[in-house]
C-alpha cells in the first residue's frame, strides 16, 4: 500500500449480503517522502459475522457491549496519539499539511505501550529518523475504515422519483447517489484490537460526512439521519442512531466524534431528536428503548438531569440555563499544531493554566459545532488567543435542549419501561421550564430574537454580533403556539425580524453572521443545518411563503454547485449562490453529509416547480 495515493481494493468476502471495498484515505504527498509497503492487508479481511435485522441488531449491540467497549482501549490509544513526545514531535516537524492525519493512522504495534518506549530511543528532532518510525510503526490514516455499499440504498427513491421537474428529479437523484460514496463500516482489526486504533469500534454501518473528516460525527448525523429517512433508507438511518447511543452508553455523552482523541466533549445533544425522527418512521419501540439509557446519560452530562458535573449548567439572573464548557489537559489532538500555535501567540507556556483555560475554550467551541465563529472570540471576533466559549450563554444551545426533552418524552411513551425513572410529562414540563427561562434571560424586546449572553459583560450580545442562532427558540416553540389561527406575537416580530431586519436573509440563504473575520462560521458563509432549522423556524411561526422562499434559495445554491462541480459541499456563500465558502482551520470539504440530507429533506417538505 502506498501512502502517496489513494487505493481503493474489493473484497469477496460479504457482509450484509453486500461487497466491501477497501479504502484507503492517505494524505497527498509530503516533501516527496512516499509511504513505505505496509504488510496490513489482513485488515482487509471483511467480517465474517453478518449483523441481523434491524430489531435483532440492537439486541446484538448489547451483546458486545463489553467485549467492544472502548473505556481501556480508547486510553491506551491516547497515551500515544492524545499527548506526549510522539504527536509533538510529529506536528513540530510538520508532515502533514493537516494534524489531523497522524492521529487518524492506525498503529501495527499490538500493544501502544510499546511504541512509547520505542520512540525513546528516536532524536526527535531529526526528520528522517522520526518519518522512518512512522513508516515502521503505523498504517496510512482512513486505512481501518471500510467503504461499504449501503444495505439498503435504492437509484429510484420516492424524494428524487417525486419531482414533477426534470432538472430537479436529476438532482434529487444525483445526490442521493452520494450515500454510496459516503456508506463506512469499520475494519475487523478496529474491533479485535481497539487499542491500535483512535477510531472507535461501531458495531453497524454508518454515513460519514466527506473529506477529512473520516469518521462518524454527532451532531452531522441528525440532517444525514433525516436524509437517509428521504431516501427510504431506514436501516442506515436505525444503524445511524444505534452507533450513536452505543457511544453515550459507553463514555456518559455521545463524543464530538467516533475517535478517541474526541471523547473529552461532546456536540450539540440531538441524539432523541435522531432516535424520534427514525422511530416515527419505523414504529421501532426497541429502538427507543435502547436510545433511551443513552439520552439520559447525555442530559445527567449536561446537567439537565441531576447525576452530572454540572459543569454546562449556568445561572443567568434567576434563569438555569446552559453553555459549552469544555475541560481539558492539553491541546486538541486532531488540531494540535493549531492549538500550540495559538497559546504560543497568546503568551501562554503549554501546561500553564493560561494554556490549559485558552484550549479549554476553544475545545468549548469545537463542541458547539460552530469552529469557529465570531461569537466564541473577544472584540474583533477574529483573534483566537480571545476564545471565551464559556462566558457565552448560546440561544441555539438551549432551544435544542428543549427539543431534546420533548423528543425524549415522544421516546418514553413509545420504548419507556414502567417505573423507568422520569416520565415523559416530567421531560415536557421541563422542556416548558426551560422555554421560559429562554424567553426571560434571552429575548431582546427590542430587537425581536433571542440573543446569546454575555457572562463576563453581564448583558445579552448587541444586533452587530446576530446569528441564525437568534431565532432557534422560534423553532423549538418558545415563543408559543399559534391558538385559534392567531400567531403569538413574539412568533410573528421574530419571523418578521429574520427576513427583513436581521441582516441575515441573503440570495443565497441566510448567512451565518454579518462579520467578516476569516473564521468559517462567520459572513459569507451559509451552513446547511442552520438553513434546515430556520425553515422549520418560519413554518413553526405560520411564515409558510418565507419558510418555502428559504428553502428555495438555499436548494438553488446547491443545485448551481452541484451542476458547476458535480459535488456536494459542507457550506455556501450566501452572497454568490451556487459558490462555496472558504475560512476556518481547513479547506472546503467536499461530501458532503449533512448538506445532502437538507436538500432531501427540504425537497420533501416543498413541492417546486422550478428553483428559478
Known amino acids: 500500500m502506498s501512502f502517496s495515493g489513494r487505493s481503493r481494493g474489493t473484497s469477496t468476502t460479504s457482509h450484509m449480503g453486500d461487497k466491501l471495498i477497501v479504502e484507503d484515505e492517505g494524505h497527498e504527498p509530503q516533501d516527496g517522502m512516499s509511504w513505505l509497503s505496509s504488510p496490513r492487508s489482513r485488515m482487509f479481511v471483511a467480517f465474517g459475522v453478518c449483523m441481523a435485522m434491524s430489531a435483532v441488531v440492537t439486541t446484538i449491540v448489547l451483546i458486545l457491549l463489553p467485549k467492544h467497549a472502548p473505556g481501556p482501549y480508547w486510553e491506551q490509544i491516547c497515551t500515544v496519539m492524545c499527548s506526549g513526545p510522539l504527536i509533538a514531535a510529529v506536528n513540530d516537524l510538520g508532515f502533514f499539511n493537516d494534524s489531523k492525519t497522524f492521529v487518524d493512522m492506525p498503529l501495527i504495534e499490538e500493544n501502544p505501550k510499546n511504541i512509547l518506549d520505542a520512540f525513546t530511543s528516536v532524536d526527535a528532532q531529526a526528520p528522517e529518523a522520526v518519518w522512518a518510525f512512522l513508516a515502521k510503526h503505523f498504517g496510512p490514516a482512513g486505512s481501518d475504515l471500510l467503504t461499504i455499499e449501503p444495505p439498503d440504498w435504492t437509484a429510484t427513491p420516492k424524494v428524487a422519483t417525486s419531482q414533477t421537474n426534470v432538472t430537479l428529479r436529476s438532482f434529487a437523484s444525483g445526490v442521493n447517489a452520494i450515500w454510496r460514496d459516503l456508506t463506512r463500516q469499520v475494519a475487523p482489526d478496529v474491533v479485535a484490537a481497539p487499542q491500535r486504533h483512535t477510531l472507535l469500534p461501531l458495531p453497524r454501518h454508518f454515513v460519514v460526512a466527506g473529506g477529512r473528516f473520516r469518521e462518524l460525527y454527532f451532531w452531522d448525523s441528525y440532517w444525514i439521519v433525516l436524509g437517509l429517512l428521504r431516501s427510504g433508507m431506514t436501516e442506515t438511518a436505525t444503524a445511524m442512531v444505534e452507533n450513536l447511543a452505543w457511544t453515550a452508553r459507553l463514555l456518559g455523552k455521545v463524543p464530538n466524534g467516533a475517535r478517541a482523541y474526541y471523547v473529552n466533549r461532546s456536540q ?67 488540531s494540535w499544531r493549531e492549538d500550540m500555535a495559538t497559546a504560543k501567540q497568546a503568551g501562554a507556556p503549554p501546561g500553564s493554566q493560561a494554556a490549559l483555560s485558552l484550549w479549554g475554550n476553544i475545545a468549548s467551541a469545537a463542541e458547539s459545532g460552530w469552529d469557529f465563529s465570531s461569537r466564541w472570540l473577544g472584540a474583533g471576533g477574529r483573534d483566537m488567543t480571545t476564545a471565551r466559549t464559556s462566558s457565552i450563554v448560546p440561544a441555539d444551545l438551549n432551544s435544542i435542549v428543549v427539543m431534546q426533552l420533548r423528543a425524549a418524552a415522544r421516546l418514553e411513551r413509545v420504548g419507556g419501561a414502567a417505573g423507568s425513572g422520569t416520565t415523559a410529562s416530567q421531560y415536557e414540563a421541563r422542556a416548558t421550564q426551560l422555554c421560559s427561562s429562554i424567553n426571560a434571560a434571552l429575548w431582546n424586546e427590542s430587537l425581536a430574537w433571542w440573543a446569546d449572553f454575555d ?45 427583513h431586519t436581521s441582516g441575515l436573509w441573503q440570495e443565497g440563504g441566510v448567512v451565518t453572521s454579518n462579520l467578516v473575520t476569516g473564521q468559517q462560521w462567520d459572513s459569507p458563509a451559509a451552513w446547511p443545518p442552520l438553513q434546515w432549522i430556520l425553515v422549520q423556524a418560519l413554518l413553526r411561526a405560520e411564515a409558510k411563503t418565507d419558510a418555502k422562499e428559504l428553502a428555495r434559495r438555499w436548494l438553488r445554491s446547491n443545485m448551481l454547485g452541484f451542476q458547476r462541480t458535480g459535488t456536494m459541499f459542507e457550506k455556501y456563500d450566501a452572497f454568490n449562490p451556487g459558490h462555496i465558502s472558504g475560512g476556518g482551520e481547513y479547506t472546503p470539504q467536499r461530501g458532503f453529509g449533512w448538506t445532502n440530507g437538507v436538500v432531501l429533506d427540504l425537497l420533501s417538505q416543498f413541492d417546486f416547480a422550478t428553483l428559478g
Not at 303 to 331: C, D, H
Not at 473 to 486: F, I, Y
Open 455 to 499: 457572562l463576563e459583560a453581564g448583558a445579552l450580545k448587541p444586533a452587530t454580533a446576530v446569528t441564525p442562532a437568534a431565532f432557534f427558540p422560534l423553532w423549538a416553540g418558545c415563543a408559543g403556539s399559534d391558538v385559534n389561527g392567531t400567531v403569538p406575537d413574539m412568533a410573528y416580530r421574530a419571523a418578521n425580524a429574520l427576513v
Open 268 to 334: 450539540p445533544p440531538l441524539l432523541a431528536l435522531m432516535a424520534d425522527v427514525v422511530v416515527a418512521e419505523t414504529g421501532n419501540a426497541t429502538l427507543a428503548a435502547y436510545v433511551l439509557p443513552a439520552v439520559q446519560a447525555e442530559m445527567r452530562w449536561y446537567g439537565i438531569l441531576s447525576g452530572g458535573s454540572g459543569a454546562q449548567e449556568v445561572t443567568v439572573g434567576k434563569e438555569k440555563l446552559y453553555r459549552y464548557n469544555v475541560a481539558v489537559s492539553g491541546p486538541r489532538p486532531e
